[in-house]
């Protein structure tokens, strides 16, 4: 038995130093059979099996790199749709008119044509201290006039049916109000494209 693996032993380390062989130069080879035949059987079947376990380390951890790189390279695809959809909403963003509000603030207001629905105009009352309070609760001054509007719709209909709701409630005066970038217009300016 003892021979056996030791012949398979010589097999194989003569394999390898066949297979090395033609990157080593003469004087190299003749150093390494020289080692070789020093080591005893013991220490060289260590050797050989050691190189053998280290090998299916080595292809084991090999897979787990190419794992590892889909992986990445999935990432990398997701990373580059994340760009491209930020860019968007930065060129979308960018297109936000300013304009400023009654009380002297800055409304951002996205371009095109809102709809809002106003609940009131008064002379002698100021509500203006609640136009902060978050929502669509917004005040305007016109001529000492102030304007209370609520909502902000980009679909004509969908205001009309806040406005009936609000109607519903007691707000008899409440009506659909156009803002054309920003600005109030007239709604016999931009219903014309809504209604046909």
């Not at 050797?47 to 190419?66: F, N, R």
């Not at 909403?89 to 603030?105: I, L, Q, W």
């Not at 709809?115 to 008064?122: C, D, L, P």
Request: proline share 3%; net charge positive.
């Amino acid at each position: 038995m003892k021979n056996i693996v030791l012949i398979l032993c010589l097999f194989i380390c003569l394999t390898t130093v066949h297979n090395t062989s033609a990157q080593l130069s003469k004087k190299e080879k003749k150093e390494w059979k020289k080692r070789q035949k020093s080591l005893p059987t013991d220490e060289f079947k260590r050797i050989v099996e050691e190189s053998s376990s280290l090998k299916g380390k080595v292809s084991s951890l090999e897979g787990q790199v190419s794992s590892l790189q889909s992986r990445v390279a999935d990432k990398d695809q997701e990373i580059n749709r994340l760009k491209t959809d930020l860019s968007a909403a930065r060129d979308e963003a960018a297109k936000v008119v300013t304009t400023p509000n009654s009380s002297g603030n800055d409304t951002r207001v996205a371009p095109g044509v809102v709809f809002k629905v106003q609940i009131g105009a008064y002379r002698n009352k100021d509500l203006s201290q609640y136009n902060n309070a978050g929502g669509d609760f917004a005040a305007e001054d016109q001529d000492g006039i102030q304007k209370y509007i609520l909502g902000t719709f980009s679909d004509y209909w969908e205001a009309d049916t806040f406005k009936k709701h609000l109607r519903e409630m007691g707000v008899k005066d409440a009506w659909i109000v156009p803002y054309k970038d920003g600005v109030r217009v007239p709604i016999k300016d931009v219903l014309e494209g809504i209604v046909n």
